[in-house]
């Protein structure tokens, strides 16, 4: 069973850069598609990117697209969101998560999660 961890959220000023990594312990991703997915208290967890592990296409949310870039290491098992330009309303918890298969926008579908990185923006 693969496990994600989620590591480099922070704290940073508008307009600055964060990058998040998603390690995967216990298998490797083969053919899977991992979201980067982000909530603040009281609402839904919100896609905001995914990467298909195989072809390495991406699909981004409109809120995150120009500024957000999701990539992926074959060789460290680790999928990153660069994030730039970030906004007071990119302040959220930040989650990693696995769906065998393409594609997913809705969390529903994806059935492995991390923990959750805090990523705060100040204005």
């Known amino acids: 069973q693969v496990q994600l961890v989620e590591s480099g959220g922070g704290l940073v000023q508008a307009g600055g850069s964060l990058r998040l990594s998603c390690a995967a312990s216990?298998?490797?991703?083969?053919?899977?598609?991992i979201g980067w997915f982000r909530q603040v208290p009281g609402k839904e967890r919100e896609f905001v990117a995914h990467i298909n592990w195989s072809s390495g296409i991406t699909y981004y949310a409109d809120s995150v697209k120009g500024r957000f870039t999701i990539s992926r290491d074959n060789a460290k098992n680790t999928v990153y969101l660069q994030m730039n330009s970030l906004k007071p309303e990119d302040t959220a918890v930040y989650y990693c998560a696995r769906r065998l298969g393409s594609w997913g926008t809705s969390p529903r579908v994806y059935d492995v999660w991390g923990q959750g990185t805090q990523v705060t923006v100040s204005s």
């Open positions: 216990g298998r490797t991703f083969g053919t899977s598609t």
